[in-house]
């Protein structure tokens, strides 16, 4: 209930235009975004790598629906690529691509989206920089699936993103982890019902260590994506007992949240990769994180009142 009113409260036009008016990022804004192109997001990168950590970069700028607009994202992923190549930061870097940006809702469908994204995935890996694939909505699950496969034909390294909230996952994680996948395991953050999904914390909790467990189990490389320290010292846990080394999986969580936990974790010797958004269509990703923990709210009620630049 908190949630739907905090959203609301946060799309409504006169809070957006005062907390986006001003010329970039706000103090508070830009601790969920890593900028609004790829020069501020890769300087993001390399101040996080610098104290130890790992970056994924992810580009906002919005689904088109059409073909010029689902190309233009190839062409922004060449960029930071590009950017990455120039900044000295290949090995350990990574870009997440969502199926959305490249046309999959477009006229060419799903196979005008797997060949531009296979086009990116070419870039990135003859740079020497990862790519993992998100998960969006259960009407995507299935193609993102078939999407990631026909990649990982040509570049078997592609990582996809896992929900633990779907019922399907536990078997989704098994096929995956038999290939040797890296699998980027999420609670999931988009609704279902109780006919598809778990949905209650406890469920989704426990869904999530047996999706790990089968991960660790299997020939996974587990990502292991969560806020979540319970879920991130079962999965230390279990690599100990395993015996894999901590090379063997990573930690990765959002940019601006639990940031003490990530620099922790990092420090203690874990693989620990930061998750960093930017470009113009930030500001939902923004909501979004102001929504997932109610003590947030004040950040929300920060930003519109001191909307000025990133200091
Ligand atoms: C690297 C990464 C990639 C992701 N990719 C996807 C994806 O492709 N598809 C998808 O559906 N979802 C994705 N997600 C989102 C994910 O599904 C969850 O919605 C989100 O991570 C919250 O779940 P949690 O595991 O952190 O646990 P929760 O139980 O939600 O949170 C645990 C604790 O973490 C803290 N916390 C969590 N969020 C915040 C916040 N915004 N601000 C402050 N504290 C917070 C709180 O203390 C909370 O109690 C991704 C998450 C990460 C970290």
């Known amino acids: 209930m908190l949630k739907r009113v905090v959203r609301r409260v946060g799309y409504a036009g006169p809070v957006r235009r005062t907390i986006t008016s001003s010329s970039g990022l706000g103090r508070v804004t830009g601790r969920f975004v890593g900028g609004l192109d790829e020069v501020s997001a890769v300087a993001v990168a390399q101040r996080l790598r ?108 592609v990582g996809i993103a896992i929900q633990a909230y779907l019922l399907r996952s536990e078997a989704d994680c ?5 290939t040797g996948a890296r699998v980027r395991l999420v609670k999931g953050a988009y609704g279902a019902g109780p006919d598809v999904a778990h949905t209650t914390r406890a469920t989704v909790d426990s869904a999530y260590e047996r999706c790990l467990e089968i991960l660790f189990a299997g020939g996974a490389y587990p990502m292991v994506a969560s806020h979540d320290l319970r879920m991130v010292e079962a999965a230390r846990a279990m690599a100990r007992e395993a015996g894999k080394g901590r090379d063997a999986y990573e930690i990765q969580m959002l940019m601006g949240v639990r940031t003490q936990d990530q620099v922790r974790l990092a420090a203690a010797g874990e693989r620990l990769r930061v998750y960093v958004p930017y470009g113009p269509d930030w500001y939902g990703w923004f909501v979004n994180r102001i929504v997932e923990k109610p003590s947030n709210v004040r950040l929300l009620a920060h930003a519109l009142v001191s909307p000025g630049p990133r200091v």
């Open 174 to 178: 098994h096929a995956l982890a038999s």
């Open 50 to 157: 610098a104290q130890g950590m790992l970056t994924t970069l992810h580009v906002r700028q919005g689904n088109p629906v059409d073909e010029a607009g689902a190309d233009a994202h190839v062409e922004l992923y060449r960029r930071l690529v590009a950017q990455h190549v120039e900044a000295g930061l290949r090995e350990g870097s990574e870009i997440s691509l969502k199926m959305a940006q490249f046309g999959l809702l477009a006229p060419g469908g799903l196979d005008g989206a797997v060949e531009r994204m296979r086009a990116t995935v070419a870039d990135a890996y003859a740079a020497g920089i990862g790519v993992t694939v998100d998960m969006e909505g259960i009407e995507e699950v299935d193609v993102t699936l078939d999407a990631v496969c026909r990649l990982r034909a040509d570049q078997p390294d």
